[in-house]
């Protein structure tokens, strides 16, 4: 049998968007189940009931968690649990707590800075805690790592590092005042207006996306000839260094196949520059139904408002994309599959408008 790959991206149902996505892929006579971010809670059902009905095992080659939010790492606790797992890929901040302590004098000892730490990212603990319970391997995804067929383009160690010190939920020293001004502002939602846009103009935001966003793990393999790349919520910074990365991984830009769009189709995310440097530079006009020249996949829910974005649909169209996403049920882009079609994706309209 050729060498085949499957990827599919199952919906999160939630007001905010996650990411839950297989991938099955066969290189020689191995084949290979790669679960990357489980959604919350409530998506793990979903995602055992897939692996159950289109894959017919119990045994996962490789889980990979892209970053420590909730709506990644949270629906691969009952994962863990139910399911055969060869390795738990995760960066885990506090197991370098004995680095970190000279910056947090106050913290007084590495056992209290690996208790904050866990303490601040739950659900990557809880992952943690269920893996050394049932025996599961855990390893760094840190930049240059081999995860089956697939290569970590970022983060690496250093950047990881600065972005564990720059985080909020790093235990610096804060004011009362400072705490509750965050609190706020991060509560209001800013209003959005929207301008109409001629072809080719693209309005991505100035503002950055968080900090546990851009410690997400960036993933690539060429597998049967199409690269692909998995981006998990990565940052403008992230995308960056694992663009820098790339060519040291037989990666030259620009050429991916399959691109998952970071972070639902965020506009903090992107710019332009970055989505040329991946996917090359606007086209003249909108290529015709059926001659698009790559696939950009989003993780996004319908009840989900804000993703994807006007503007990032607007990028990856300018680039010849067909864009799918998971608003309508579960997307699966593959190639050489052995497997019967399960879905119809469908292409998004161009948006003659853009966030202001």
């Known amino acids: 049998m050729a060498d085949f790959y499957e990827i599919d991206f199952l919906p999160v149902h939630t007001s905010k968007s996650g990411d839950c996505i297989c991938v099955r892929y066969q290189i020689g006579n191995e084949w290979f189940l790669h679960v990357v971010d489980g959604g919350y809670t409530a998506t793990a059902p979903d995602l055992a009931a897939h692996i159950d009905k289109y894959f017919g095992t119990k045994f996962i080659n490789s889980v990979v968690v892209t970053h420590p939010d909730q709506d990644h790492a949270e629906g691969l606790a009952p994962i863990l649990e139910t399911f055969t797992v060869g390795k738990l890929w995760m960066l885990r901040p506090w197991i370098y707590a004995q680095e970190l302590l000279p910056h947090f004098p106050r913290i007084g000892s590495v056992e209290n800075l690996q208790k904050r730490l866990r303490d601040d990212y739950p659900y990557i603990a809880a992952l943690e805690e269920i893996a050394l319970r049932r025996g599961i391997e855990i390893d760094e995804p840190f930049q240059g790592r081999k995860i089956g067929a697939f290569t970590v383009l970022a983060p690496s160690p250093l950047r990881y590092g600065q972005l564990i010190l720059s985080s909020d939920r790093t235990p610096q020293v804060k004011t009362a005042t400072a705490g509750i001004l965050s ?45 692909i790349l998995l981006t998990g919520d990565a940052g403008r910074d992230g995308m960056t260094e694992a663009a820098d990365y790339a060519p040291q991984a037989g990666l030259l830009l620009p050429g991916i196949v399959r691109f998952q769009v970071p972070h639902h189709g965020g506009r903090r995310n992107l710019s332009t520059d ?5 996917l090359g530079p606007r086209l003249p006009s909108i290529l015709p139904s059926g001659q698009e020249a790559f696939t950009a996949m989003i993780s996004s829910a319908k009840e989900d408002a804000a993703h994807p974005r006007n503007a990032v649909l607007r990028a990856m169209l300018h680039r010849g994309a067909f864009v799918g996403t998971t608003e309508d049920g579960p997307m699966r882009v593959a190639l050489n599959s052995p497997a019967p079609a399960w879905n119809s994706m469908k292409n998004v309209p161009y948006p003659d408008e853009q966030e202001e």
């Open 274 to 278: 970055v989505v040329d440097r991946w």
């Open 183 to 227: 609190g706020l502002f991060n509560a209001v939602e800013p209003l959005i207006t929207f301008i109409k846009s001629g072809w080719g103009s693209e309005n991505f935001s100035s503002d950055n996306t968080s900090v546990e966003n851009e410690m997400s793990v960036v993933q690539y393999a060429n597998i049967a000839g199409h690269r």
